[in-house]
């Protein structure tokens, strides 16, 4: 299985690697993109339960506490686009 690797830094720490798995990179894109938990849900064919499980995951290992500190510390590393909708067709409302 592939991931995503980015370094951090920290005043306080030395570096640290950062890896997203696929999925948590998916449900990041889609809720960059503007998506909610349930409609990333309903694109990626799991439950919403699922959806912010990976969530839950990418905060903690960007060291975040919601999802606008988790997109832009995740366009930072670029581990996502930093235009979710670049190539993605857009969000359909």
Do not use: W
């Not at 920290?10 to 990179?25: F, H, K, W």
């Not at 990626?44 to 832009?72: C, E, G, M, P």
């Amino acid at each position: 299985m592939e991931t995503s690797m980015a370094q951090t830094s920290n005043d306080t720490e030395s570096r640290q690697v950062v890896r997203l798995t696929p999925t948590e990179i998916r449900v990041l894109s889609l809720i960059a993109q503007g998506c909610s938990s349930q409609e990333a849900a309903d694109r990626l064919v799991v439950s919403k339960r699922t959806v912010d499980f990976h969530l839950a995951n990418v905060y903690q290992k960007l060291q975040v506490r919601n999802r606008v500190q988790a997109i832009r510390a995740a366009s930072r590393l670029n581990l996502i686009p930093a235009d979710p909708f670049a190539g993605a067709g857009g969000h359909d409302s």
